[in-house]
């Protein structure tokens, strides 16, 4: 009983400090949008190349059931995510929470977490945006960059200039707001699609019934 109850009195706390005046969130996203950035999110940049490598070189077809124990994995953490979110309907995510169910420490731990986390998840896939970057501007317009701005630190690179300014490019979408994002976000989302079937129906044609 007690514990109820100072679980109530946390939900009441996360919920007086958002509703507090100028610290509430216009609801801007619809749930398509919201749809799309998961689906975003789930199609990133290695899809191409990482999912290619990991299959012929380590895992071989066994790598299409990692895929259906990760998408189990997924599926109950979006329900976790989901019951959370009705029972503690305010913005912050993960860190409110475990502010809510954990108390205030644990959640100083949670958020800090996640700021580790999309840094180095950000970083990796500037990385990878911007090798995409440089492949498009030597393929289209036949430039190519000294590995000095665009190969690893190991392999003769200094600062990788494409990843940077694949960075500060999102960086101007997202400060214009989260409806151009979502806007933006949708575009990228449809045209990646469009290659992921182009790609499926090329290699349909290309399977060896022997296999």
């Given at each position: 009983?007690?514990?109820?109850?100072?679980?109530?009195?946390?939900i009441?706390?996360?919920?007086?400090?958002?509703?507090?005046?100028?610290?509430?969130l216009?609801?801007?996203?619809?749930r398509?949008?919201?749809?799309?950035?998961?689906?975003?999110v789930?199609?990133?940049a290695g899809?191409f190349?990482?999912t290619?490598?990991?299959a012929?070189?380590?895992?071989?077809?066994?790598?299409?059931l990692?895929?259906?124990v990760?998408?189990?994995?997924?599926?109950?953490?979006?329900?976790?995510y989901?019951e959370?979110?009705?029972?503690?309907?305010?913005?912050?995510?993960?860190?409110?929470?475990?502010?809510?169910?954990?108390?205030?420490i644990l959640a100083?731990?949670?958020g800090?977490d996640?700021?580790?986390e999309?840094?180095?998840?950000s970083?990796?896939?500037?990385?990878?945006a911007?090798?995409y970057?440089?492949?498009?501007?030597?393929?289209?317009f036949?430039?190519?960059?000294p590995?000095?701005i665009?190969?690893p630190?190991?392999?003769?690179?200094?600062v990788?200039?494409?990843?940077?300014?694949?960075?500060?490019?999102?960086?101007?979408?997202?400060?214009?707001?989260?409806?151009?994002?979502?806007?933006?976000n949708?575009?990228i989302?449809?045209?990646?699609?469009?290659v992921?079937?182009?790609?499926?129906?090329?290699?349909?044609?290309?399977i060896?019934?022997?296999?």
């Open positions: 009983m007690a514990t109820t109850t100072a679980r109530r009195k946390s009441d706390e996360a919920l007086a400090t958002t509703e507090e005046e100028g610290t509430q216009r609801r801007d996203l619809t398509l949008d919201v749809v799309v950035i998961g689906v975003g789930i199609i990133g899809i190349v990482l290619g490598q990991a012929a070189e380590n895992a071989g077809p066994a790598i299409t990692s895929f259906v990760a998408g189990i994995v997924s599926g109950l953490a979006a329900l976790c989901a959370l979110a009705a029972m503690v309907p305010v913005a912050g995510s993960a860190y409110t929470f475990s502010y809510v169910t954990l108390g205030e100083f731990m949670v800090w996640l700021i580790l999309f840094t180095v998840g970083a990796t896939v500037a990385v990878g911007g090798g970057l440089n492949e498009t501007l030597t393929g289209l036949g430039l190519s960059l590995d000095a665009t190969a630190p190991g392999e003769g690179g200094v990788n200039v494409p990843a940077i300014v694949v960075v500060l490019l999102l960086t101007a979408v997202l400060v214009r707001g989260i409806r151009p994002t979502a806007r933006l949708a575009a989302v449809a045209v990646t699609i469009g992921l079937v182009l790609v499926i129906v090329a290699g349909g044609t290309a060896d019934t022997a296999n």
